[in-house]
């Protein structure tokens, strides 16, 4: 931490709570914005600072735009600049899903909001559909271990349509192992005993610990992008708790593509359907409190074991499966979502739009396909 910050903690705050409320376009979008405010306009923060941060959120399991914030306020202001810039980026996200979780259980019966979802679920495929290409083409490469890995890992939840963190664990020590294998086994095999540990089953209890419990799971392996939580929030919400339906889950993805903020601010909404205010609290501080740990607790060793080989590989791995676990969500989400004519166009618009479209912003997306839902689902029901 500086002796001398270039800047308040107060001036700090309110910026991250600002982008909170208005910064739209993803974790890509919110990085670059994050550079262009602090380190190159106001001059708040070192480039080498900004740099070792995005090396770090991009290693480490979590929302990257989220774990850049926390860690920025870390390198001024130590844990008080961590907790207070975290917050602020976390908050103005999480009362828009709360106030949309209150219009979503009060009015989700009427006829216009679900024409507004059926238009906004399908072009949501198509966002996720796009997001998995590119973070495919750019994590993957030409690698075949890892497009084995990604193949491996869509295959397993198009089958099974849910995920296991175990497979995630798995890759990254398979890559690990191939890529920069130990040099002392001995060391090896304690230390990979106590990761396996972290794949427990979820534990049978009562609801608010156990929306605490798997969301805490959640956020501790969303690795490459924020999308990669979609299946294993699938698998569990839906699949193996039942707590939401196929369309209210998809409905979930949607309303995070349309609030500013990171991706996984869905738990909330989940979370609100679930068990009301509470309930969203709950699987919001779950889900953002590992991000949190894995931010502050490497920061003051990363700069000399950061750019370790056999650390590089096993996030590698990782972010391998969570690619091709995303791929096979859009398989998955896409045959319970894409069911006519509509749907079916409505995505591929989407997809169309932000291949073609360089600037193409995906809340104006999604606002779009939400009139022509509206437009599309009176025809449909007839």
């Known amino acids: 931490m500086p002796e001398s910050p270039r800047v308040s903690l107060y ?19 919110l990085v670059a914005a994050m550079r262009q405010d602090l380190v190159e306009t106001r001059g708040w923060v070192s480039e080498e600072e900004y740099k070792i941060g ?51 259980t009060s009015f989700g019966g009427l006829p216009w909001m679900k024409a507004v979802f059926y238009g906004v679920g399908a072009s949501v495929i198509g966002i996720i559909a796009w997001s998995a290409y590119k973070l495919s083409s750019k994590t993957l490469a030409r690698d075949w271990l890892l497009w084995g890995i990604a193949a491996s890992a869509a295959l397993y939840t198009v089958l099974t349509e849910s995920e296991a963190v175990i497979l995630f664990l798995l890759a990254g020590i398979l890559t690990w192992l191939l890529k920069a294998p130990p040099k002392h086994w001995g060391r090896f095999i304690p230390s990979t005993s106590l990761v396996l540990l972290g794949a427990l089953p979820n534990m049978q209890m009562t609801t608010l610990p156990s929306i605490f419990w798997f969301f805490f799971q959640a956020g501790a392996f969303v690795f490459g992008s924020g999308l990669a939580i979609v299946p294993f929030l699938y698998g569990g919400v839906v699949k193996e708790m039942a707590w939401l339906t196929d369309p209210q889950f998809v409905d979930a993805v949607a309303v995070a593509m349309i609030t500013p903020g990171p991706v996984v601010i869905t738990t909330a909404f989940i979370g609100f359907l679930v068990a009301g205010f509470s309930g969203a609290s709950v699987a919001a501080l779950a889900t953002f409190l590992p991000a949190y740990l894995l931010t502050i607790i490497p920061a003051p060793y990363f700069k000399k074991y950061g750019r370790r080989a056999d650390i590089a590989a096993f996030v590698d791995g990782v972010t391998a499966a969570a690619t091709g676990a995303i791929l096979g969500a859009v398989i998955v989400l896409g045959k319970r979502t894409l069911t006519d004519i509509p749907t079916w166009s409505l995505a591929l618009m989407a997809l169309l739009a ?29």
């Not at 995906?362 to 437009?375: C, S």
């Open 354 to 382: 932000l291949w073609k479209i360089k600037k193409a912003n995906e809340p104006i997306i999604v606002a779009v396909a939400a009139l022509l839902g509206l437009l599309f689902f009176p025809l449909v029901q007839t």
């Open 11 to 29: 001036q700090l705050s309110t910026y991250f709570l600002r982008l909170g409320a208005l910064g739209f376009g993803g974790p890509v979008a």
């Open 54 to 104: 995005l090396a770090l959120s991009q290693l480490a399991p979590g929302p990257l735009a989220a774990q850049l914030a926390i860690y920025l306020g870390y390198s001024q202001f130590g844990i008080l600049g961590a907790t207070l810039t975290g917050i602020c980026f976390f908050l103005p996200s999480f009362f828009i899903v709360v106030l949309l979780g209150w219009a979503y």
